[in-house]
């Protein structure tokens, strides 16, 4: 039995939405469009919902990005497979939670085969343009009956208002749903992007991590949609960690339609695809198991983007820096110690650290600084009630360091370790 | 205030000595010539010993290995640079404990100097001939002036029996010291090793974490002896791993001194220095802070040794795994999961999976297994009480992964996360 989980929890509010970008009710299904379902078929114990449907409107392109980990259930090797080879063409995703179908042989890919299709028939899809992605145990099968069984229902409720009932199927171990939608006026026409995730970032290895999912209802060709969904990986979901441990079943599906954008909004609409993305990644490090905070590490300096994001999420990353964080402890030697180890070139003495607005270090030396001020500013912070002036919003603890003169500036999002992470997952599964 | 760590703990029992290697008391003075000392100088507030002394015999050399931080405390460049310039020759080493000197600028570098400088005086020596080490808190000057008065006091100490008062004088948080000797019969003459190390692993940034030292009786060419030394080092100190936080200070200096051997026992020389770097790196694994057990993973079948050893180390570096063992849960998808993040090429469809003897995966697959009974296990290792027969000694819990055919194998190793670990860094400065 897992122990309780944290109770205190704030929603990560919707991103500061960049330029004509405007928050919106409603996550998937908000783009026009966009259908989806969600339903309890069976798969849990709990009776929770466990079968969840997103349909794309005809037309429709779709970037994937999968986990890298060696070891990957069947369902990412079908994904991976099935947009390779369409060019990224897919229609419709099925999730169903519970059963995480890794480490399941040649049944995992035959379960994986008989659900999609099975799907695929009742949309009036080929199954080549059905995805599939499980969540859940490790190991276990997924009782294939009970979810064939649920796609008549599942079909039968899909909903121009169904992003919410999506949301709540894909959950696993979350604490709360994360979903978004921004809509923009981009030469006179309104643009939607909608999102979903799950997890509590990589720290699921048993529950079968973080899945996202975007839809967005302007045109893209299917390149340049992909090549624009790296990047927003990039600087969204490969730019949390919660405790370094990939999944085997990490997916980001983002699939757009709708008429042709205009090329002078493109960069418009890439800015609104970073905000949706990057509102999920955080929401889920601040669902990371035991956390109390968000930790936002901004490394301004570098060599380049990618360099500062590396020693962005090492700090991230560190089990002392989240610890200390956790006992609201201001010990910077810890964030510099975790840039040092980063494996990217910085000269040392250029090293200036801000934690919030308390400035630690300047030219690679401590200066003298206010302990209880800091400690108290992420006591304050991590409790929602910080008063002051720095630009992270709600229960985030802001991290600023500066490791030379160079171009790349990168953030990076974590949270806190506490003892309660301990607890869950030492006693999860006995 | 740092909280009190658990009080049950077992020292690490000597490695089971390799071939003609006996173990026999002591620690770095067990080999001929070798002197040591250590003393209370006043560096500490708590007025335990703090500066530490090893004198090597005239026409020692000395292999050294470094932090690969980029964020290194000033007495570390200070060493490498002797090494470097002196092609391994060198003769004593001090040490401090309480200050890392990381992080301390231009002050950092003078201070290292004046200290090798002022103690090479009262040894007769050149300075260059004179190595530091610094172990503590970062960002804090070396109150250079007491450690200077301290050196006349820490030199009329210098005696034959010296090492276990060296081995207590280099600790800061360590529960327990930590020192080693073997002794074997090389073609009728006897060789001894000698060790001692301080560091709980790679998790003390702030306390500057990992220093090893080793004295051998027998004399070795240089560069023959570094080049020993960097595999000793792969096989020990780079096989384990608390939670991945290198430090500013790790620092692994090794003296050789006495008659020239014959070459024909290379091998074996080699294979009691193995043994007592690997007796040191398990003894700081097993002091990790919060610990209640050692874990030893053997990686078998892998590409190389290199890469058996990449995937050992992730997985003893695992949080999930680390809390799994803490929580006596045989919850084997983390440790797959772990191995399939190392970044090394293996088959997952050939994973075999032992934890102890129990059997848990055969060809990528999972196996029916006694959970209670795998998890009875861990709880009797860690215990001390366990009654099987699995190779492993004392309190470890013995994973063993089979990743394929190849030639590979290696041994990493770690210890379990508990939530005593949180709170220790949790509320480590304030």
Known sequence: MAPARFARFAVVAPASAPGPWQPIAGGLTAPQGFLAAGITAGLKASGKPDLSLLLAPEGAVCAGSF?????????????????????????????????????????????????????AERLGLAAEQVLICSTGVI??????DTLVAGLDPLVAALARDGGAAA?????????????????????????????????SGMIHPTMATMLGYLSCDAGVPAEQWQAMLRRVVERSFNAITVDGDTSTNDTFLAFAAGEPLDPEHVAALEAGLTAVAQHLARAIARDGEGATC???????????????????????????????????????????????????????????????QHQLMAAGQPLAFDRLAASHYMRDRAAGTYLGSDPASGDTVAIRLVVGAGPGTALAWGCDLSDQYVRINADYTT
């Not at 190991?139 to 294939?144: A, S, T």
């Not at 490394?299 to 964080?325: F, H, M, Q």
């Open 67 to 119: 986990t890298t980990s060696l070891v990957r259930a069947a369902c990412v090797d079908l994904c991976a497979e099935r947009l390779a080879a369409s060019g990224g063409l897919a229609r419709a995703v099925l999730t169903n939670s519970g059963q995480a179908n890794a480490c399941t042989g040649e049944r995992g890919l035959a379960d994986s085969l008989t659900a999609t299709a099975a799907l």
């Open 139 to 144: 190991g276990v099968p997924i009782p294939i």
């Open 167 to 199: 949301a709540r199927a894909i959950l696993t171990t979350d604490l709360v749903e994360k979903q978004i939608a921004l809509e923009a006026n981009l030469g006179g026409r309104r643009v939607r992007i909608g999102g979903m995730a799950k997890g």
């Open 294 to 356: 968000l930790i936002a590490v901004q490394v301004e300096g570098a060599v380049d983007e990618a360099g500062a994001r590396a020693i962005a999420r090492t700090i991230c990353g560190s089990s002392l820096v989240k610890c200390a964080i956790h006992g609201r402890d201001p010990n910077w030697g810890r964030i510099v110690a975790a840039a040092g180890r980063a494996g990217v070139p910085f000269d040392p003495q250029a090293v200036a650290l801000w934690l919030g």
